[in-house]
């Protein structure tokens, strides 16, 4: 059984589509990355899914419940929304017992899950004393609280240092069993990358990919960049490539050819073979990021300066 599904799930803000006819599934276990660019609609998909705001249109449903009926499945979820919020005179128990109370769980729950999130020995101090990524190590903590089936995390790693985003990573990593989901909203890819195993890809509300990680970095483009020496060799190994019939982009005088990794010797050789000395001969694959790129049609800024376009304009995408 699918953890979250979502078939033909929309949200409208007056004029603007947030959410444009979402349909995918999220299957159990594991590490899920919900991504796309900033302003893409990943919050508000989350928060729709969550019944915390209604939907527009569509169905969904949440461990096999409906979101229009969230008490059936609130219990058995944990969620971290927009970075956790703590009292911060209050210490690290005393916020946690606090939340544990509403929901009637017991306090050797809270030493759990501090355990859990290498908190232990900390819980006495004070939350204001806390560094950006112990808060965000807290906010775990009260997401667990409930020992969720399904655990969502909404942008955790943002702000922090790497050493802490290396932290949250190992950590979410493990959180993700066979009986509980971690699905972590993000715009980073390269952590997303480093700990997810499915992916739903959005930009601008609307679904671009649905499926495992592994199955869209079989798009993956593998190239060998090579570079002359001499500017003026250029023309030179651009016959010598040509006349293999290799496909390739040129980037001032460097070359991307689009060749398996492994054949970086074949283009040294090319290069040999028509007198060029070369001075960069790299294989390289692409990454998630690259992909996302492709898929989305470009960075952060000019999808973010385009939907400010749209907004303006009262459209939607």
């Known amino acids: 059984m699918s953890v979250i599904t979502a078939e033909g799930l929309t949200r409208r803000f007056g004029e603007l589509t947030a959410v444009d006819n979402l349909t995918f599934e999220v299957p159990r276990g594991g590490v899920v990355g919900f ?26 449903t949440v461990l096999g419940e409906p ?63 806390f560094s950006l990524g112990m808060k965000q190590r807290l906010g775990i903590a009260a997401a667990l609280l409930p020992d969720p089936e399904l655990l969502v995390l909404d942008e955790p790693t943002n702000g922090l240092d790497p050493a802490g985003i290396v932290e949250i990573r190992t950590l979410l990593k493990s959180l993700a069993d066979g009986r509980r989901t971690v699905v972590v909203s993000s715009h980073l890819m390269s952590e997303i990358q480093a700990m997810a195993d499915d992916l739903v890809v959005i930009r601008f509300g609307k679904l671009l990919y649905s499926g495992s990680l592994a199955g869209l970095m079989e798009d993956a483009v593998q190239q060998v960049i090579a570079a002359p020496e001499f500017g003026v060799d250029l023309p030179q190994l651009i016959g010598a490539i040509e006349g293999r019939g290799w496909s390739y982009t040129s980037y001032g005088d460097t070359l991307h050819v689009e060749l398996a990794a492994a054949n970086s010797a074949d283009v040294g050789r090319a290069a040999n073979e ?44």
Do not use: C, Y
Request: proline letters at 3%; charged letters at 25%; aromatic letters at 4%.
């Open 35 to 60: 991504v796309g660019p900033n302003g893409s609609g990943k919050s508000t998909t989350i928060r729709v899914l969550l019944g915390l705001i209604e939907a527009s249109d569509g169905l969904g």
């Open 67 to 129: 979101i229009t009926h969230p008490e059936r499945f609130a219990h058995r979820v944990g969620a971290l929304i927009e970075g956790p919020t703590f009292i911060g005179s209050l210490t690290a128990w005393d916020n946690l017992r606090s939340m544990a109370a509403l929901r009637g769980i017991s306090e050797r729950r809270i030493h759990e899950v501090l355990d859990i999130v290498g908190l232990t020995g900390r819980e006495q101090d004070k939350a204001s004393t």
């Open 274 to 317: 028509a007198g060029v000395t070369l001075r960069q001969l790299t294989p390289r694959q692409d990454n998630l990021e690259d992909i996302f790129l492709r898929l989305t049609g470009g960075t952060d800024a000019e999808l973010a300066a385009s939907r400010g376009e749209q907004r303006t304009s009262g459209g939607a995408s």
